[in-house]
């Protein structure tokens, strides 16, 4: 007991992130498997209605049940901000390798490339993409997928500059091991401490980026529900029921709160 | 002299790179300004023959280098949706979104930094803890969402503004900086938490240094030297993330003015993507991303003024 007490105080983030996105995760799961109600049935006798036993947190403008739509919404935010991390790491993965352990022009103009692309905030970006693909979910996780490459790309690309010439590789060199073989059995896996909490963070950042764009419309189209499209149509409804956007912003902000905590906290342990 | 030279070329180099896919971008998306305006129903003598007059015909990358020169001297086309130049509609909303983006940057700045010094300062003590837990509440919250919260509390209860109420600065410029106060703190404030985060982190690790030994053993008190030596070099990442920041608030801004129905560039972008109306969106993209770009040259070079390490480096 005296030592998990310790642990927590040594790293309180990484608990605290832990606890906060396993209870959001445990929230949307359970919303999702025993929630009885559909979330896009409209049901005009519960418009509005506060939360009770029926409606554990009310319902919204068309009487549907707003913990079924939030658990719904969550999932599709989820599943988005996993696809496009997805997309991130995987390519991220290859140029950074590649381009770390040979170097030369092929880095160079990559590397000056990939400044370019970072030093514009990413939702701009993105909406350049999805201007030019159109919106929906798909277009969301590629124009994500895309903007998220280059910061993957230079952390694994600095963590194989650093291992490039150490023994290990040497030796493996040494012994005859194939450079593709070097570069994914022996250093990949080496920079997997680095690797986690940035794939933690851009978690966060696609929990963000998402909700940005379906906030202002240009992301999940309906009748797909997403947290940041119900919180747009949240807000037209601000006076008459507070409760419905604000219920929509905390679960977002709580998303990305666990995420981001359990990102700092993985950071101070690598 | 060296440094300057090589920051001027990479200024330059990514100056053509970024409008370069600006270009290209809307260059990839099927059928072009001539079918934009004559409809899908045109006859191709007609559309070969605006082609013609637009100079679409022209190779690729003298149309590059004609539209980046055009750009540059203010002309940035017609818009499809409202056949008026694209130049006029962006003059008008320029003064919105750059107030919108220099009052959320002061604010920034104004709160983070006294509170980033006090939080180190009474780093063992509850506020200290306090105030972390806050900024990390408040870094957590999604600008539009704490922008929909300023609406309902300061609007709806307080009614110190009214919401959608927006007043253009040629009608009454005290009311529109009155109504621009709640975004601004919607935008600054989560910015506002991650640079104190910053500044406290610096502090502490300049902290233990051993030029701060050395100024308390010559009698320096705690404030002379938290002032006089340690914020002098604790600052220096401060001022690289408030730059980064900068650019971040004013993509930041264009979901904002969504929630407050200001019309800026944020509204127009998104109802120019909506509409398809390319030139507008080029364009908008364009001089953001130009910002942006002098936004980091400008900062690195304050960089390099603050931290004489750097100068020739």
Same mark, same amino acid.
């Given at each position: 007991?005296?030592?998990?007490?310790?642990?927590?105080?040594?790293?309180?983030?990484?608990?605290?992130?832990?606890?906060?996105?396993?209870?959001?995760?445990?929230?949307?799961?359970?919303?999702?498997?025993?929630?009885?109600?559909?979330?896009?049935?409209?049901?005009?006798?519960?418009? +509005?209605?506060?939360?009770?036993?029926?409606?554990?947190?009310?319902?919204?403008?068309?009487?549907?049940?707003?913990?079924?739509?939030?658990?719904?919404?969550?999932?599709?935010?989820?599943?988005?901000?996993?696809?496009?991390?997805?997309?991130?790491?995987?390519?991220?993965?290859?140029?950074?390798?590649?381009?770390?352990?040979?170097?030369?022009?092929?880095?160079?103009?990559?590397?000056?490339?990939?400044?370019?692309?970072?030093?514009?905030?990413?939702?701009?970006?993105?909406?350049?993409?999805?201007?030019?693909?159109?919106?929906?979910?798909?277009?969301?996780?590629?124009?994500?997928?895309?903007?998220?490459?280059?910061?993957?790309?230079?952390?694994?690309?600095?963590?194989?500059?650093?291992?490039?010439?150490?023994?290990?590789? /040497?030796?493996? /060199?040494?012994?005859?091991?194939?450079?593709?073989?070097?570069?994914?059995?022996?250093?990949?896996?080496? @920079?997997?401490?680095?690797?986690?909490?940035?794939?933690?963070?851009? &978690?966060?950042?696609?929990?963000?980026?998402?909700?940005?764009?379906?906030?202002?419309?240009?992301?999940?189209?309906?009748?797909?529900?997403?947290?940041?499209?119900?919180?747009?149509?949240?807000?037209?409804?601000?006076?008459?029921?507070?409760?419905?956007?604000?219920? @929509?912003?905390?679960?977002?902000?709580?998303?990305?709160?666990?995420?981001?905590?359990?990102?700092?906290?993985?950071?101070?342990?690598? | 002299?060296?440094?300057?030279?090589?920051?001027?070329?990479?200024?330059? +180099?990514?100056?053509?790179?970024?409008? +370069?896919?600006?270009?290209?971008?809307?260059?990839?998306?099927?059928?072009?300004?001539?079918?934009?305006?004559?409809?899908?129903?045109?006859?191709?003598?007609?559309?070969?023959?605006?082609?013609?007059?637009?100079?679409?015909?022209?190779?690729?990358? *003298?149309?590059?280098?004609?539209?980046?020169?055009?750009?540059?001297?203010?002309?940035?086309?017609?818009?499809?949706?409202?056949?008026?130049?694209?130049?006029?509609?962006?003059?008008?909303?320029?003064?919105?979104?750059?107030?919108?983006?220099?009052?959320?940057?002061?604010? @920034?700045?104004?709160?983070?930094?006294?509170?980033?010094?006090? @939080?180190?300062?009474?780093?063992?003590?509850?506020?200290?803890?306090?105030?972390?837990?806050?900024?990390?509440?408040?870094?957590?919250?999604?600008?539009?969402?704490?922008?929909?919260?300023?609406?309902?509390?300061?609007?709806?209860?307080?009614?110190?503004?009214?919401?959608?109420?927006?007043?253009?600065?040629? *009608?009454? &410029?005290?009311?529109?900086?009155?109504?621009?106060?709640?975004?601004?703190?919607?935008?600054?404030?989560?910015?506002?938490?991650?640079?104190?985060?910053?500044?406290?982190?610096?502090?502490?690790?300049?902290?233990?240094?051993?030029?701060?030994?050395?100024?308390?053993?010559?009698?320096?008190?705690?404030?002379?030297?938290?002032?006089?030596?340690?914020?002098?070099?604790?600052?220096?990442?401060?001022?690289?993330?408030?730059?980064?920041?900068?650019?971040?608030?004013?993509?930041?801004?264009?979901?904002?003015?969504?929630?407050?129905?200001?019309?800026?560039?944020?509204?127009?972008?998104?109802?120019?993507?909506?509409? /398809?109306?390319?030139?507008?969106?080029?364009?908008?993209?364009?001089?953001?991303?130009?910002?942006?770009?002098?936004?980091?040259?400008?900062?690195?070079?304050?960089?390099?003024?603050?931290?004489? /390490?750097?100068?020739?480096?």
């Amino acid at each position: 007991m005296d030592k998990l007490v310790f642990k927590i105080k040594k790293n309180p983030e990484l608990y605290a992130g832990a606890v906060i996105t396993a209870v959001m995760l445990l929230v949307i799961l359970l919303g999702r498997l025993f929630v009885p109600y559909d979330p896009d049935a409209m049901n005009a006798a519960d418009k +509005f209605a506060r939360p009770s036993l029926a409606h554990l947190m009310g319902c919204d403008n068309f009487g549907r049940d707003l913990y079924a739509r939030l658990a719904a919404g969550g999932a599709t935010t989820l599943f988005i901000a996993l696809a496009t991390v997805l997309i991130g790491v995987v390519f991220g993965i290859i140029v950074g390798a590649f381009t770390g352990y040979y170097g030369g022009a092929l880095d160079e103009i990559l590397m000056r490339f990939n400044d370019a692309v970072l030093a514009f905030p990413s939702i701009l970006l993105a909406l350049v993409v999805i201007s030019i693909m159109g919106s929906g979910t798909f277009k969301v996780i590629i124009s994500l997928g895309i903007v998220f490459i280059p910061s993957f790309a230079r952390i694994v690309r600095s963590e194989f500059l650093r291992c490039k010439n150490l023994d290990y590789v /040497r030796s493996a /060199r040494l012994m005859g091991a194939h450079d593709l073989r070097i570069m994914f059995v022996h250093i990949l896996p080496n @920079t997997f401490p680095v690797l986690l909490s940035s794939t933690v963070i851009g &978690f966060n950042n696609a929990v963000l980026a998402e909700a940005s764009m379906s906030f202002l419309g240009i992301g999940v189209q309906p009748p797909s529900s997403s947290l940041g499209r119900m919180l747009s149509d949240a807000q037209a409804f601000l006076f008459m029921s507070p409760g419905y956007a604000i219920l @929509t912003g905390v679960t977002i902000a709580l998303i990305i709160l666990g995420f981001s905590l359990l990102g700092d906290g993985l950071k101070k342990n690598a | 002299m060296k440094t300057v030279l090589k920051k001027s070329i990479t200024f330059i +180099f990514t100056v053509l790179l970024v409008t +370069f896919f600006v270009f290209i971008a809307f260059e990839l998306i099927p059928g072009d300004a001539a079918t934009a305006r004559l409809g899908t129903n045109a006859t191709p003598e007609a559309l070969a023959k605006l082609r013609e007059e637009l100079g679409l015909t022209r190779p690729f990358f *003298v149309r590059y280098f004609s539209w980046l020169a055009s750009f540059f001297f203010g002309d940035m086309g017609t818009s499809y949706s409202y056949g008026v130049s694209v130049r006029s509609m962006l003059a008008q909303k320029l003064p919105i979104t750059l107030t919108l983006t220099l009052m959320s940057f002061i604010l @920034t700045v104004a709160v983070s930094i006294p509170i980033g010094l006090l @939080t180190s300062k009474y780093e063992d003590r509850a506020v200290s803890t306090v105030l972390d837990v806050t900024g990390q509440l408040t870094m957590s919250v999604p600008p539009f969402f704490l922008g929909i919260l300023v609406t309902y509390i300061f609007g709806m209860i307080l009614h110190m503004f009214t919401p959608g109420g927006f007043v253009s600065y040629n *009608v009454n &410029f005290v009311r529109f900086i009155g109504y621009l106060v709640f975004p601004a703190i919607s935008i600054a404030l989560p910015k506002a938490a991650m640079s104190t985060k910053l500044l406290k982190t610096s502090i502490l690790s300049e902290r233990n240094l051993d030029y701060v030994r050395s100024a308390y053993s010559r009698g320096n008190s705690t404030m002379d030297v938290l002032y006089k030596h340690v914020l002098k070099n604790a600052i220096i990442p401060v001022i690289t993330f408030l730059g980064m920041t900068l650019a971040d608030i004013v993509a930041g801004s264009l979901v904002i003015e969504q929630v407050f129905s200001i019309p800026g560039y944020g509204r127009l972008l998104i109802s120019s993507i909506a509409n /398809r109306d390319y030139p507008v969106v080029q364009a908008i993209i364009a001089i953001i991303a130009m910002i942006v770009i002098i936004i980091n040259l400008l900062v690195d070079i304050l960089y390099r003024v603050l931290d004489p /390490r750097l100068r020739d480096m």
